[in-house]
């Protein structure tokens, strides 16, 4: 069956590093791909999707490309911040949405 | 524009009670879906609904797990009887109409502890 598969954290940066947390997919189909984010105390956010391969979905200086060949959906930024702390979720909708198990980020000043 | 509505946000109960959930979509939206989070894991869908009917329910616990949404609009998740492992966040998320593409958003969850 479909899957979703994401880099272990927890996951400490400094401010103004570079992200990156990976995500590979396992898909019969051609799922579309979603980043969503969750910072402490607060509900599920989506952050980006992509719906087709080579699609890059953006939003909030954070970047990922869909990636049919590595089946991969790899989330990045180029500067990260304190506010940027939280837990992201990789995710793919196929005839469901399946979720990764999460990211936790933690930003340091 | 309201988002989704849970409640209650905190529940702690016994092993053997009962429990249930509220969830009032977004207006509008014709797919809602029950997630369960337990902690350090990702969500895991329980129920999707479209409209008033049942799209998906094979993540079900269907011996102790019942869901409705009876005018299509809001949703109630109920759990009878409860064990230790029903332990985590219950999350209910809407979307407009179902589609690969469509976005789903989340309420904020009920936390459920059962000692």
């Known amino acids: 069956g479909n899957s979703v598969t994401q880099m272990e954290g927890p996951v400490t940066l400094s401010e103004e590093a570079f992200l990156t947390i990976n995500c590979t997919y396992t898909?019969?189909?051609?799922?579309?791909l979603f980043w969503y984010v969750q910072y402490p105390g607060e509900g599920l956010q989506l952050l980006l999707k992509?719906?087709?391969?080579?699609d890059k979905g953006s939003n909030k200086g954070f970047e990922a490309t869909y990636r049919k060949e590595t089946t991969s959906f790899h989330l990045e930024k180029g500067s990260v911040q304190v506010s940027d702390s939280a837990v992201y979720f990789c995710?793919?909708?196929?005839?469901?949405?399946?979720f990764g198990p999460g990211t936790s980020l933690s930003v340091i000043p | 524009e309201a988002g989704v509505a849970q409640s209650p946000r905190y529940k702690i109960i016994e092993k053997r009670q009962s429990v249930a959930f509220w969830c009032n979509p977004i207006?509008?939206?014709?797919?809602l879906y029950w997630y369960q989070q337990i902690l350090g894991q990702g969500p895991k869908l329980l129920i999707q609904?479209?409209?008033?009917?049942?799209?998906?329910d094979s993540q079900l616990p269907k011996d102790r797990f019942s869901a409705e949404r009876l005018k299509g609009v809001d949703s109630t998740l109920k759990i009878q009887p409860a064990k230790l492992e029903d332990s985590a966040v219950y999350l209910c998320?809407?979307?407009?109409?179902?589609?690969?593409?469509?976005?789903?958003?989340f309420g904020q969850g009920t936390r459920l502890t059962v000692v």
């Open positions: 998320a809407s979307s407009l109409i179902e589609g690969m593409n469509t976005e789903a958003f």
């Open positions: 898909a019969t189909g051609y799922p579309s």
């Open positions: 992509a719906t087709k391969a080579d």
């Open positions: 995710a793919l909708r196929d005839d469901k949405v399946i």
């Open positions: 207006s509008g939206h014709a797919t």
């Open positions: 609904f479209q409209n008033n009917g049942v799209v998906d």
